[in-house]
């Protein structure tokens, strides 16, 4: 194992402290593990947490600022963040008018998030929650019961952030998020396993010349494995099965390419046009796009696709400003 770090176990702590060094716009709690906005979003509008196990950066904290994120809440990698930590952060967020959980679906998160928000409204806080499923590529897996909440996580938290940061109330808020999880779908595939820090090795054995389609962002099995084949190929196998579970056709969509932490750009673009090509041949309208790792695997080689059906309200609070980490533009 290569990596830059001095011992596995103090791995988040200390890169939640470079996080606050590099970020003053941001407020670490080191104790807590939570990342909030340092200058809070106005009273009376509704609070936005997300987060989950560390490992996908900049997936959640990149995510905190205007716009966006009010909280995430780091775990341990790949690791769910305990209940006690999820409510602090809830807390921390309340403006008076409630706040919504967006959670991926893996066990850990959806119980954890579920016992915080009991936890929060035994203090007078109300919480909604939409659970993430947006993974194409099994109906059940190692971790969850239904579909793994993957790529579609960044674009919502988007769109719904910028809804709380025009003064949507909760309920507005949360029928957003439920209506935007309906509309997105996600594939991915792997080159290459991720090393977890405290594990020391791959996750799993992936042979130079294999692939593996339909892979977690944990490292979980996809839906098979199978020879390399050219780029245009693997796009097809991205593509097919999402237009397969979701009718896209006729109308426009928010399109992210996402590397999984270790593909450099020139391969992300490249595959970003032979995804475009088969969405346009399918009648795909892309009206928005995102290239890069938005959501990863700490240092897996690979990418995933994700699809949202738009129209012109989710295209106008995609193009709200947005003032994170990770996303920036309008201000």
């Known amino acids: 194992?290569?990596?830059?770090?001095?011992?596995?176990?103090?791995?988040?702590?200390?890169?939640?402290?470079?996080?606050?060094?590099?970020?003053?716009?941001?407020?670490?709690?080191?104790?807590?593990?939570?990342?909030?906005?340092?200058?809070?979003?106005?009273?009376?509008?509704?609070?936005?947490?997300?987060?989950?196990?560390?490992?996908?950066?900049?997936?959640?904290?990149?995510?905190?600022?205007?716009?966006?994120?009010?909280?995430?809440?780091?775990?341990?990698?790949f690791t769910s963040p305990t209940p006690d930590r999820v409510q602090a952060a809830t807390k921390a967020v309340d403006r008076g008018a409630g706040v919504l959980h967006i959670v991926k679906n893996y066990t850990g998160d959806v119980l954890n998030f579920e016992m915080a928000a009991e936890l929060a409204s035994m203090e007078g806080i109300e919480v909604r929650s939409v659970t993430v499923d947006d993974d194409v590529a099994v109906q059940d897996s190692l971790y969850t019961a239904g579909r793994r909440g993957v790529?579609?996580?960044?674009?919502?938290?988007?769109?719904?952030?910028?809804?709380?940061?025009?003064?949507?109330?909760?309920?507005?808020?949360?029928?957003?998020?439920?209506?935007?999880?309906?509309?997105?779908?996600?594939?991915?595939?792997?080159?290459?396993?991720?090393?977890?820090?405290?594990?020391?090795?791959?996750?799993?054995?992936?042979?130079?010349d294999q692939m593996e389609i339909g892979i977690g962002i944990h490292g979980e099995p996809g839906r098979h494995r199978e020879p390399l084949a050219p780029a245009r190929e693997i796009a097809a196998q991205l593509v097919d099965p999402i237009l397969a579970d979701l009718d896209a056709a006729g109308g426009p969509a928010i399109v992210m390419l996402n590397g999984m932490g270790a593909s450099p750009l020139i391969e992300l673009y490249l595959m970003y046009g032979e995804v475009a090509a088969l969405l346009e041949k399918a009648g795909v309208t892309i009206a928005r796009n995102l290239v890069g790792n938005y959501i990863t695997s700490l240092d897996m080689a690979g990418c995933s696709l994700t699809v949202l059906k738009a129209d012109d309200e989710l295209l106008r609070l995609w193009d709200a400003p947005v003032v994170t980490p990770g996303l920036r533009w309008g201000a």
Do not use: W
Not at 168 to 185: C, I, K, S, T
């Open 1 to 77: 194992m290569k990596k830059l770090i001095n011992a596995p176990e103090d791995v988040l702590v200390e890169s939640l402290r470079g996080v606050a060094l590099a970020h003053p716009e941001l407020s670490v709690d080191l104790e807590t593990h939570v990342i909030t906005r340092a200058t809070p979003k106005d009273a009376g509008k509704v609070g936005v947490v997300s987060g989950g196990g560390s490992g996908h950066e900049p997936l959640h904290g990149g995510y905190v600022g205007r716009g966006m994120l009010d909280a995430a809440v780091a775990g341990e990698v």
């Open 151 to 208: 790529g579609l996580t960044v674009l919502l938290e988007k769109i719904v952030g910028a809804a709380a940061e025009e003064g949507q109330d909760l309920a507005a808020v949360a029928d957003l998020a439920a209506r935007v999880n309906g509309q997105g779908r996600s594939m991915g595939m792997a080159l290459t396993s991720c090393t977890v820090p405290a594990a020391g090795k791959p996750t799993f054995d992936l042979p130079d």
